[in-house]
Every structure is written in structure tokens, then in C-alpha cells.
């Protein structure tokens, strides 16, 4: 006879709930009344401090000034005789704080900054020394042809050796020079991100590129000594919930009622610096984040989904921000990103992302999301309806209104020039864009442009 493994995993989980409830028995009609105060774990002051082996300059520690983990106002009562079994568990938990967590690093290693920046100028690289190889092998088409090396580009395009329209020598922020038997020189133009960019060098004889100036200052950086620090003012979790169980043999309900819940980290902050250079420290910051869950109901039975039946829901961050290198911030590719951002310092700030969702019962619900930072602010506002019963629940927008507002020039330009390249219009209430969203989540209809 097979093995019904469902079955099996279904009464396993069941009286393993029924043994921390209470004892099984066979008498009639038991019950059982407890309630406890408070329990939980505490410490203070902790400190611990690591050096790892054969890294005589690494070190690692960590601080707690306090941690607390608790249940309070615990009160569980219970009913059963031999065919039905009811429990109801109500209580106050687990709440949890955090104060002053501090983790600091000292590490010897590679500098991430210089080797980003080599990173992108190998990418920048990449087109012209791509070009350079294809007239190289035109010169030795030509050469095979005519014996002789030719003495410009443009002789080897005029004699069909070359095609500057095609893909890589189509980039027209570089130029092309011959200077055989010597050399290839590739020099920047004035629409390259970076005109003031060294030229480059591929030595004809050798059949190499010659190291830039640049590059050769960066890879001679040395190992740096990292300083990383984390640290958290305070984390809290606070929950009050209760829990009704109804086991028989042919039922296996529950419903869950959570009062209040709320997890909170306050002023969360990161930092890296190579070497005391603090010009090129990275950091970030975070004030505040928030995750809370109110008056949240729902229910079902072990072996299914639950269903929810209503609940309000908030998820908010403020004033996050991130410092940008100083060397990363002097690339090209970033500093065009930033300037189209309006921003003129290496700080990215986002001060508020909020979401909040009331969800009105198990069919339909409102949801309000804010997104603002100094170059651009983003809002939504609509109803919605739920499809509750699979794994993932199924989310159908309905007159949600999208409003974008461009705070930044840069960001003003680019969305200009994206509506002239697509012949598409977005609608807007002065300097606003107003966008309307109907239909599933995941591939709804927009209306507004």
C-alpha cells in the first residue's frame, strides 16, 4: 500500500500543535487555564573583538549596549474531549529591541574604488581598441594586396578595405589616425563623455596597446588599510496578537488576530574609507524605516493558503541617503547620471518612500504610495481587488492616479527628448504628469501618453 504523504505531514503538524497546547488525553471534557506575565531573554554591554588568523592587520568587533527579547501577557485557554480540541491563545509579543549596535572592520585589502574606475575605463576603452583591431586587419588585407602599408583611414575606406558605418567604428566620439610602420592612434572627439581623455596607443610592430598614463597610476595604487563601520541607534519590534485553534478529526481551522505590529530601525548609518582618505569615503544613511501591520485579520487551515480578511499595512523610509566617492563621482558615465539628476554634490538623497495599504476585506482595498526626493516626486493613488486562494495572490488595479512631477531640469530634458524619440505626448496638469492605471498588476493598461 503507498504512502500518503500529505496525510502523514497533516497529522504530524497537528498533534505536534495539540503536544504544545497540552498533553493529549483521553478523558472528556479537559481544559486547561494558564497565563504568564513576562518572559524573554536580556543582556547589556556586550562586546566581542576577532583577528583572524595570518591577517595581522585584520580586526573585527562588534558592541550592543542592550538587547531584549520578550512575551508578555501571555493567557492561553483550552477545551477538548475526544473528538473535538480548541485552543485560544492570546499575547503580547515577541517584542524585541536593539539599542546602540556598533560593528566596525579594519581589513587590508585591494582599493574597490581605484579598481571600479579601472573597471569603467577599460569599458570606455573597449570601442576604440575594438576599432583599432578592425583597421588593423584592413592594413593587412591592403598590405597583401598592394604591398605596401596605406597612409590614411580614409584610403582604406575610399578603397572598400574598411566600413566606418559599421558597428564599433560607427562611434563617432573617437577618431582614427595612421601613423605606419609605427603606430594606430585613437584620439577622443569633442562629443566623447570624456574629450580630454589620453589617446590611445597600438604599437604596429608588437601588435599591442600601450598602457595608458591613467591606467598605469591606478594599477599602481597600492593595498589599502579599509576602515568599515556599521552602526544602529536602536531597533524595535512590537507585536499583540491572538490565535484561535480548532482541531477534530476532520478540521484543522485557525484564525489569526493581530491587534498592532511594528518593526522600526532608527538612524542606521554605513561608512568605508580606504586608507584615512575621506575624500573618497562611502557612506550611507538611513533616519528611519518603518513596517507596520494594524487590525490584521485572517484565517484557514494548516495544510492551505490563509485567507486575509482585512488589515491595514504601512512600509515607510525617510531622508535615506548615500555619499558617492569622490573618485567614482569624477567618472563620466556618473557624473552625467548626477547632472542629469541635478545633483552637484556626490550626496543622492531620497527623502521620503511611503506605502500604505488598507485592505477593506478579503475582495477589495485603497493603496497610497509617495516617492519624493530633490529632482523628482512620484505619487500613486487608486482602489484595488484581490484574488485571494493560490500561493500568490492575484492584484487587480482599478482608476489608480499616477502623478509625476520633475523637479530637476535634467530630469525635464530627458523626459522631452524621450517623447520626441517615441511620437508619444504624456498628459499634464501644468508642470505634472498625470497617468491613469487599470488592469492586473503585472501587465496593467496605462492611459496618459
Known sequence: MALNRPNLLYNILKYTILSLVLPLSAQSDESLNANIFETGLYSKNLYFEWKPLDKELDLYSAKIAEINFRFSDIDLQYKGNTNERTANIQFIGPNFSLKQLGLKFNIHSENWVTKEKIERLEKREAIPK?????????????????????????????????????????????????????????????????????????DWQSRTFQLSPEKDSLINV??????????????????????????????????????????????????????????????????????????????????????????????????????????IKEEPEIE?????????????????????????????????????????????DGDFSLRQGNSIPGVVLHNAEVRIHPISLGIRKWLREWEQKNGRMFTRQGATIVLKINGPIDDPVIQGY
Open 130 to 202: 575594438a576599432s583599432i583591431e578592425s583597421i588593423a586587419n584592413s592594413v593587412d588585407l591592403y598590405m597583401v594586396d598592394h604591398n605596401t602599408l596605406p597612409r590614411t583611414v580614409n584610403e582604406l575606406v575610399v578603397k572598400q578595405y574598411l566600413d566606418m558605418d559599421t558597428p564599433p567604428l560607427n562611434d563617432y566620439s573617437w577618431k582614427y589616425d595612421l601613423k605606419l610602420p609605427e603606430q594606430i592612434i585613437a584620439k577622443p572627439t569633442q562629443i566623447n563623455v570624456q574629450p580630454s581623455t589620453h589617446a590611445l596607443y597600438y
Open 222 to 327: 597600492p593595498i589599502v588599510d579599509w576602515e568599515y563601520i556599521f552602526e544602529i541607534q536602536d531597533i524595535s519590534q512590537v507585536f499583540s496578537s491572538s490565535i484561535d485553534i480548532d482541531l477534530s478529526k476532520d478540521n484543522s481551522e485557525f484564525d489569526l488576530k493581530m491587534k498592532r505590529g511594528q518593526f522600526k530601525i532608527s538612524n542606521t548609518s554605513f561608512s568605508s574609507t580606504p586608507g584615512k582618505q575621506y575624500e573618497d569615503q562611502s557612506s550611507v544613511s538611513l533616519p528611519e524605516l518603518l513596517l507596520e501591520a494594524n487590525d490584521l485579520v485572517l484565517n484557514g487551515t494548516i495544510s492551505d493558503t490563509p485567507v486575509i480578511h482585512r488589515g491595514k499595512g504601512k512600509f515607510r523610509i525617510r531622508n535615506f541617503e548615500i555619499k558617492i566617492p569622490k573618485g
Open 336 to 380: 552625467s547620471m548626477l547632472k542629469t539628476l541635478g545633483i552637484w554634490n556626490n550626496s543622492l538623497m531620497i527623502r521620503l518612500i511611503e506605502f500604505d495599504i488598507n485592505l477593506i476585506n478579503e475582495f477589495t482595498g485603497d493603496l497610497l504610495f509617495r516617492f519624493q526626493t530633490p529632482f523628482m516626486k512620484i505619487s500613486v
